[in-house]
């Protein structure tokens, strides 16, 4: 894989004044919080962020959870019935204490694991000894066409009142508990530090939740066509320091 490219400077410099104006500054991933330590080393964050897609709030000062939603019980078992009915389907699994179990890994779960810098344990079946809850979150792994068949399942077993399920790439489907996106967790953050306004930057589907709950929206340029119609103001490409022109 290539380097992944520096921040912009442009995008430190104006963190910085940012905080120094009084605002609080955090980053809402879908990454888990293992995964995310490394990118978030150097950054001038002083709000918890969000991680897991929004299935946590995480303080990083404090070193603890501030709010979590952990897959509802029964997880396992419906992780199964996918598997029952899409053998084959590569996914992961994540732990709540960090551990990540892979079902059927393909080339794309090792790129990840090169991407997030975090390794898997593979497994040959789902179960409760194969992955013991509670469980944070669970990862699809497949081209569109699957993850949207997969969806379309999971919607007629009536999971839609279980589970948020959003598409974080185009070979990436998340699984969170119901309630767990950026978006509820973005209120629920703007509510803690007592913010009276909620400005939110994102470019890919699964930002869509935080940027409708936003006071103010912001996407790149360069972000997926859905994000730059949603009504978000369109910055400079993410290259060029869009979350400078957001603070700009």
Request: net charge negative; glycine share 10%.
């Amino acid at each position: 894989m290539e380097a992944l490219p520096p921040l912009p400077a442009r995008n430190l410099e104006a963190v910085d004044r940012w905080i120094d104006g009084g605002g609080r500054f955090a980053i809402a991933t879908g990454r888990s919080l293992a995964a995310f330590r490394k990118p978030a080393a150097g950054l001038h964050i002083n709000a918890p962020v969000i991680v897991d897609n929004g299935g946590g709030l995480y303080d990083l000062a404090e070193e603890r959870y501030v709010l979590r939603r952990l897959l509802p019980e029964g997880a396992a078992e419906d992780l199964a019935a996918v598997e029952a009915a899409f053998p084959g389907t590569s996914m992961e699994v994540y732990l709540a204490d960090g551990r990540i179990r892979a079902l059927h890994p393909t080339q794309q779960n090792v790129r990840h694991a090169k991407l997030t810098g975090l390794g898997f344990q593979e497994i040959a079946a789902l179960n409760e000894e194969t992955v013991p809850g509670p469980l944070a979150k669970a990862l699809f792994i497949a081209e569109m066409p699957r993850l949207m068949r997969l969806r379309d399942f999971m919607e007629r077993q009536g999971w839609g009142e279980r589970y948020e399920m959003i598409y974080s790439s185009d070979h990436l489907m998340e699984l969170t508990a119901k309630g767990a996106d950026k978006g509820a967790m973005a209120r629920e953050l703007k509510a803690l530090t007592g913010c009276g306004t909620l400005l939110c930057i994102g470019d890919h589907a699964n930002d869509l939740p935080m940027l409708q709950a936003a006071d103010r929206a912001f996407t790149p340029a360069n972000a997926i066509p859905e994000v730059r119609s949603s009504g978000a103001a369109v910055v400079g490409h993410c290259l060029d320091g869009a979350v400078a022109d957001a603070v700009e």
